[in-house]
């Protein structure tokens, strides 16, 4: 094997709340979501957030299932057995054999917004691994709209990470980096990340530097799903969840064209399902016990 | 009079040297970076197998994606003018062309003479253009040539769900773990641009007799999918990539005298 880097490739990690002690804990709840590129498992202690972990999906569903969530516990004592309820969410979600429900991933990422942003969150920007779903949600975190493209690859992580390895720049690079550029270019033309990918390297031959290429390909990408988010229409608050929300490059981008800030979580947008799907298992432990 | 029809394409650039109707000389030259230097570079190949000099060509016309960049004549056709006078003068019976080049699909409808009724193309989305087979042939690791040939050894239609060539990459790559002999997975990759090409093609509608053209229709793999999608013979011509530079370069011989400095007549097509 040849020794390529990885650029596209983030970094996985897990995290827990020490100051918490399961043992106490009335309801233990947890959320996984198996996406098509990334996994997170979250466990909840009677609807507080406890511990998470986010790593890439392998090959085998249920298998990344148990990885996401052996590994948000780690470390904590906790068991797979001790936990009450558990619902699975993202498109692998009919594939995690230990939850006790499957959930859309669309209502998953609305009540998690709802949690993670606050109840004033109205449109929710989840831009995931290989799609993109614009949501509109009341101010308990139901869906009341939705619109979503998974057929393309144009505003997707995947699409960034294909430009990463494209320009190697670690993709946890890429939004600081573009918005070095001292002044704004033109956006790529191309909507296909296949044409995209051609444009930008007609571009560096060019003699275009990096980040203005990044730039360029960050503000095609933001107005790609600004158009998306039109459609649905936007109403306040805003927030963007997924892994392209950590990208400030599309965020500052994005921002701009639709002239609204998006509110920020002191938690990882990537983990926004699976917060939704553990705080959906709580109500229904809740529910089970009341008979 | 000797003319010439410069095809500036995504990838390639190709130019064929007619006179009355028939071709003297042409050539077929990567674009690369500088498509000025192709274009150069494969006008002289061209010239060189007719057998003549430049000096000797009356009249030239640029088609192609790449044509308002072209250096050697301001006369141009579009793609779609040019593929329907291309292929009617090769089959005079010809009333649909469809057109697959690396980075663009079209479909023109024409009547006898050549002259454009409808048409349409996608220059949005790699997924009905020859960049997704080349994407797909990277993935199952086989040379682009191969692609076709392997195709037509498939026992059984797979189903690919991925549209976008992105996705379509990372679903070959679970194909092949999951043990898909390859030769049905290169067939669903030339199923799936032929599917996105018929929906297109449907939309336009078709007249007898059907060719196709372009740098894909020489992928048999690819010819064999449009013909089951499509349920009827396609006319594939002997040199399909060639036929946009033939129709350029028999508009410049139909042209005015002025042509060499209009835009073309059929330039808005």
């Known amino acids: 094997m040849s020794e390529k880097k990885e650029y596209w490739r983030w970094k996985e990690y897990r995290w827990h709340d020490e100051s918490l002690d399961w043992h106490d804990a009335e309801i233990i709840s947890a959320g996984v979501d198996i996406g098509s590129v990334s996994s997170q498992a979250v466990v909840m202690l009677d609807g507080r957030l406890y511990a998470y972990s986010n790593q890439r999906t392998g090959y085998d569903s249920p298998e990344s299932a148990r990885k996401a969530i052996d590994w948000a516990m780690e470390g904590t004592g906790l068991t797979l057995d001790r936990i009450h309820y558990t619902v699975g969410t993202g498109y692998g979600r009919v594939n995690v054999p230990f939850a006790d429900k499957a959930i859309t991933e669309i209502a998953c990422h609305a009540r998690g917004g709802n949690f993670m942003y606050g109840p004033t969150v109205r449109t929710i920007l989840d831009m995931g691994g290989q799609d993109c779903k614009a949501i509109r949600c009341d101010e308990r975190g139901k869906v009341e709209a939705f619109l979503m493209n998974d057929k393309c690859a144009a505003g997707t992580g995947r699409g960034m990470e294909v430009f990463a390895d494209l320009l190697s720049i670690p993709i946890e690079k890429v939004g600081e980096l573009s918005l070095s550029v001292e002044e704004e270019p033109e956006p790529v033309s191309s909507t296909c990340v296949i044409f995209a990918k051609s444009e930008a390297s007609a571009l560096l031959r060019e003699g275009w530097p990096k980040n203005k290429v990044l730039a360029a390909y960050c503000a095609a990408m933001a107005h790609r799903v600004v158009t998306l988010l039109e459609r649905i229409e936007v109403k306040k608050d805003f927030a963007i969840t997924g892994g392209i929300a950590k990208n400030s490059g599309v965020v500052k981008r994005l921002e701009q064209e639709l002239g609204l800030e998006s509110l920020k979580s002191r938690y990882d947008p990537q983990i926004a399902g699976a917060v939704g799907a553990a705080l959906f298992a709580q109500v229904l432990e809740t529910k089970r016990r009341k008979g | 009079m000797v003319t010439a029809g410069i095809d500036i394409g995504a990838k390639t650039v190709k130019v064929v040297l007619a006179e009355a109707g028939r071709v003297l000389g042409k050539s077929l030259v990567l674009a690369g970076l500088d498509s000025a230097a192709a274009t150069e570079r494969a006008f002289d190949q061209a010239l060189t197998a007719a057998g003549l000099k430049r000096d000797q ?36 019976s010809c009333r649909t062309v469809i057109d697959v080049g690396a980075e663009e699909g079209r479909t023109v409808r024409c009547d006898g003479q050549g002259k454009v009724i409808d048409f349409a193309f996608n220059e949005k989305c790699a997924a009905g253009a020859g960049a997704f087979a080349e994407g797909m042939a990277r993935a199952l690791e086989v040379p682009l040539e191969e692609l076709g040939p392997l195709a037509l050894k498939s026992q059984q239609a797979v189903p690919m769900n991925a549209q976008c060539a992105v996705f379509a990459e990372s679903e070959v790559v679970t194909l092949i773990h999951n043990k898909t002999p390859r030769a049905d997975i290169a067939r669903a990759v030339l199923d799936a641009i032929a599917s996105r090409i018929i929906s297109m ?25 449009m013909q089951r999608g499509l349920e009827l013979e396609l006319h594939v011509p002997a040199d399909p990539e060639y036929v946009g530079a033939l129709g350029a370069a028999l508009a410049a011989a139909d042209a005015g005298p002025t042509a060499g400095r209009s835009s073309g007549q059929e330039a808005q097509a």
């Open chain 2, 57 to 92: 060509v009356g009249r030239l016309m640029a088609t192609g994606t790449g044509r308002k960049g072209c250096h050697l004549t301001a006369a141009q056709i579009t793609e779609v003018g040019a593929a329907a006078r291309g292929m009617t003068h090769l089959l005079p």
């Open chain 2, 201 to 225: 093609v449907r939309k336009v509608g078709f007249e007898k007799d059907v060719a196709l053209i372009g740098g894909v229709a020489l992928n048999p793999g690819f010819v064999a999918a």
